[in-house]
């Protein structure tokens, strides 16, 4: 079946480091590709997504690039904010399928 | 849009009681999801309808939980009787079959507490 493995947390940085959560998946066909974020005591929120190999999805400074031949999709981005703090889950969706399989979320602490 | 409404957003009962969430999804979403978050088990889906029909319930845990979708703006999850293991936050989601990647809006969630 499919599944989703992301790194495990937490990750704690300082204000404006490099941030990388490896996510990589399984699936029985082509999926669609999701990064979601949680932010304290909120609901999950979509962040960016990606179709097809070799789409980039970016939002709010994340990006995450689809990479069938390594079957992952790893979320970077440049320059973390104290407010970037939340817990981040890859999730995919199998071609006609309208369930997402998340990973475990990564927790993400980002000191001042 | 308002986004997908959940009420309330806390709840706390003792155990035995019965608990109804309620969930309201994004207008003119066919897809609606119930989902379980704990710090042990994570994110579990317990129940997924589309239009307005169960189409998986293979995650609801025991039959104390039971949900329902009577029409397409509105849908109840129960628990009766509930227990202290039950408490979690649980979330309803929504989404159109009219796109191509399927993404899921959350609302912001229930909190309960069966003490």
């Known amino acids: 079946g499919d599944s989703v493995t992301q790194m495990e947390g937490p990750v704690t940085l300082s204000e404006e480091a490099f941030l990388t959560i490896n996510c990589t998946y399984t699936a029985t066909g082509y999926p669609s590709l999701f990064w979601y974020v949680q932010y304290p005591g909120e609901g999950l929120q979509l962040l960016l997504k990606?179709?097809?190999?070799?789409d980039k999805g970016s939002n709010k400074g994340f990006e995450a690039t689809y990479r069938k031949e390594t079957t992952s999709f790893h979320l970077e981005k440049g320059s973390v904010q104290v407010s970037d703090s939340a817990v981040y889950f890859c999730a995919l969706s199998d071609i006609d399928d309208y369930k997402l399989s998340f990973g475990a979320g990564t927790t993400v602490t980002v000191r001042a | 849009d308002a986004g997908v409404i959940q009420s309330p957003r806390h709840e706390v009962t003792e155990m035995g009681q019965e608990v109804t969430l309620r969930c309201k999804p994004i207008?003119?979403?066919?897809?609606l999801f119930w989902y379980r978050q704990t710090m042990m088990r994570g994110l579990e889906l317990l129940i997924y309808?589309?239009?307005?029909?169960?189409?998986?319930d293979s995650g609801m845990p025991e039959d104390r939980f039971s949900a329902k979708m009577p029409n397409a703006s509105f849908s109840t999850l129960k628990i009766q009787p509930s227990e202290p293991r039950d408490s979690a936050v649980y979330f309803c989601?929504?989404?159109?079959?009219?796109?191509?990647?399927?993404?899921?809006?959350f609302g912001p969630g229930t909190r309960l507490t069966v003490t």
């Open positions: 990606a179709t097809k190999a070799d």
């Open positions: 309808f589309n239009n307005n029909v169960p189409i998986d």
């Open positions: 207008s003119g979403h066919d897809y």
């Open positions: 989601a929504s989404s159109s079959d009219r796109g191509t990647s399927y993404e899921q809006y």
